[in-house]
């Protein structure tokens, strides 16, 4: 039987049933007891360029979560925070950063050869200068900054920038602590993984395993859901390889769904509680359909410096935490009236993740505006 005739007669899954399914497969229809690290495996790693982003993500799963478990991960070098899926900075156990850098390289050197980097080094002995790059950064962690200046010394007439944005998509950088630790900061200092984990990223590529690992944490989803979660080409041979191991389902606008066979199907009618995600949460990045997690406002320009509020599973506000001398204040904004159960809900779930966020606050507020 064809794939296109076993689509079709696959069962359909409507968008609640898609939600609910992906809330719970994302740990938050309830927080857990899970250990942090097993949590970001599962979660397939957490978007992390916003160094408390992580934190937040693992709030809102894990019940009374102690910051300072994931904070000691990354200083004794059990997690990183390194380039991967879309090359955006993820925050993974080394684990997991053995397992998925070798299959998002590929995607990696796509993304640098298509940008305004490698066009500011045509001509150049690009390898050349990654050598040094490697050199360089194994000797001595370095800011991006300083490393453009380091190679500007011995590539005069090369864009230092531009040298030191090669590095960031050609080689396995990592971000050193401080930066990223709880209630700490720092530049971003970056080595390559190997130096830091003390071992190297060489094992085979193994894109099978990746595409499964993200089924499990966000499926069912399409070919194009799995393409826009990692920006992984030369999907169709993995697909063909998978399928006879996989579940096909619709959804229902009639587009193939993807999922591993013991993957639990949510119940549509389970509540879904209120979440304050934090800014960039992959569970509303992952799919190139994103209807299942959409409400009433879709992510966007908006959500840029704010976290995004999930009312009954779905999209509907946005918050901010804002600090001034006398308060610190968290504004939340809602894109729909809600009504008073969903009110009563919302204040106790704002005000602790600002008790979080700011245990040493000598006032917090919390403030609501409904639209």
Sequence with gaps: MSSRSSASSAPVLDRRT???????????????????????????????QEPVDPYVALWDRIADLDPDVLSTMIEQRAAVRMGLMRTTLHLVTARDAALLYPVMQEVLVRAFRSSPFARALAGADVAAVVDQERTLL???????????????????????PSMAYAA???????QVPPRGLWGRSGRTINTTAEAWL?????????PDAVVLRYLRAFGPASVADIRTWSWMTALRPVIERLRPHLRIFRDEAGRELLDVQDGTIADPDQPAPIRLLAQYDNVFLSHADRTRINGARSWGEDFRGAGAVLVDGHLSGTWRVRRTTATTAMIVELGTTVDRPTMTALEPEAQGLLGFLAPDAARRDVQVVAG
């Design 138 to 160: 194994v000797a001595t962690p370095s800011s991006p900054a300083d490393l453009g200046r380091r190679l500007g010394e011995r590539w005069p007439d090369l864009d230092g």
């Design 168 to 174: 960031r998509f050609l080689l396995p950088l990592v």
């Design 18 to 48: 898609l939600n609910r399914t992906l809330l719970s497969r994302q740990g938050l229809l309830g927080r857990s007891d899970s250990p942090v690290a097993d949590v970001v495996e599962r979660l397939v790693g957490l978007q992390a």
């Design 198 to 206: 003390g071992h190297p990223l060489d094992a085979a590529a193994d």
